[in-house]
């Protein structure tokens, strides 16, 4: 069975998030919580065909607002 990873990274120097998935990053999120949003409908259709799916979302400084 294979296997699909999207990790959910701050892009540097912007504050702004991504999505990485097969080595290429895609998006431009204004939090971390809206590329994990954006990250799960591709991460469901990988469920479908047959993939396991690990969604990973980076760590932040305790000073970013909480939603």
Do not use: Q
């Not at 991460?43 to 607002?65: H, M, Q, W």
Request: net charge negative; glycine share 10%; hydrophobic share 40%.
């Amino acid at each position: 069975m294979g296997r699909a990873y999207y990790s959910i990274v701050k892009l540097n120097g912007t504050g702004h998030w991504a999505i990485r998935h097969d080595g290429k990053l895609c998006g431009d999120y204004a939090t971390k919580e809206a590329a994990f949003e954006a990250a799960v409908a591709p991460a469901s259709n990988a469920i479908k065909e047959g993939l396991a799916v690990t969604i990973s979302v980076d760590g932040t400084e305790a000073t970013e607002p909480m939603l």
